[in-house]
């Protein structure tokens, strides 16, 4: 069967937005070890996105870098079209674009609570929205997958966890959570399969300061039974078995990628 294969998205093309760095770059580099040519989204970091296609196109896989703020509507519309001139189709999408303003809620700016809003939910429902009208064109392809189409919207603990001095970013996870359960029930008839990933502690530069200095990492550990922080390479590994035949009975679910963060850990002794 396809999902069970070496290269379970061998054929198949993907769009990662945000891919320039991070998660979004992890997942971009196991796509395409799986087999698939990989659309590489960045917003404002051409190096980023080239050192991505590079890596891919290195160990024999094709991708292409495109640039665009995902909050622009005519900016996502002209993504899809530039990935279609050059793949000639799309099969799987992950919405991983993000950013983070924090800020005391008494203190946050209108500016700060918008962008990350724009960025966060409205980028991946523009997103998401391209991806449905392309997948209803291309119809079901049972030789290249089981599925019409496949998007992985990618959340955060804080779809469930309350951050404080982030109401903003957490308000956006939430919102992704229930965009993406709503969309799911809605595509599942026509074949589309919508999931999230909820990544924890991620190591990337986005949280460098949790975990840059020893310190640090122990008060983030605290909060993560299985003992680690985990890797762009975690998440990645979760996003090809969403994006593959091995999950076609998946839809409509987030997948915690967390070491067990959302276990609320504080608990442990009160038992």
Avoid at 43 to 72: K, Y
Avoid at 95 to 115: E, H
Avoid at 163 to 168: F, K, M, P, R
């Amino acid at each position: 069967m396809p999902g069970n294969a070496p290269r379970p998205l061998e054929g198949q093309v993907a769009l990662v937005t945000g891919g320039s760095s991070g998660i979004g770059a992890g997942v971009a580099v196991a796509l395409a070890a799986a087999g698939a040519a990989v659309g590489v989204n960045y917003a404002s970091s051409p190096e980023g996105a080239a050192a991505v296609v590079d890596e891919i196109e290195r160990t024999g896989g094709a991708a292409v870098a495109l640039q665009t703020d995902v909050s622009r509507e005519e900016q996502v519309e002209a993504l899809f079209r530039g990935l279609l001139n050059r793949f000639g189709r799309l099969d799987i999408l992950v919405a991983n674009a993000g950013i983070q303003k924090d800020a005391a809620f008494a203190d946050m700016t209108l500016d700060q609570w918008r962008t990350v809003l724009d960025i966060n939910l409205t980028g991946q429902f523009l997103c998401a929205r391209e991806a449905v009208r392309i997948f209803d064109r291309q119809g079901r392809d049972p030789g290249r997958s089981a599925a019409t189409g496949k998007i992985i919207c990618m959340s955060s603990v804080h779809e469930v966890i309350p951050w404080a001095g982030h109401v903003n970013y957490a308000a956006s996870k939430g919102g992704i959570m229930l965009m993406m359960k709503s969309l799911a029930q809605e595509v599942a008839s026509r074949g589309i399969r919508v999931n999230g990933i909820a990544p924890g502690a991620i190591q990337t530069d986005i949280n460098r300061a949790a975990w840059e200095t020893p310190e640090a990492l122990q008060r983030l550990l605290a909060l993560i039974p299985y003992g680690r922080i985990g890797l762009p390479e975690d998440v990645a590994r979760a996003a090809v078995w969403l994006a593959s035949d091995a999950s076609d009975y998946v839809t409509g679910t987030t997948l915690f990628v967390d070491g067990g963060m959302t276990l609320y850990p504080g608990f442990r002794e009160n038992g």
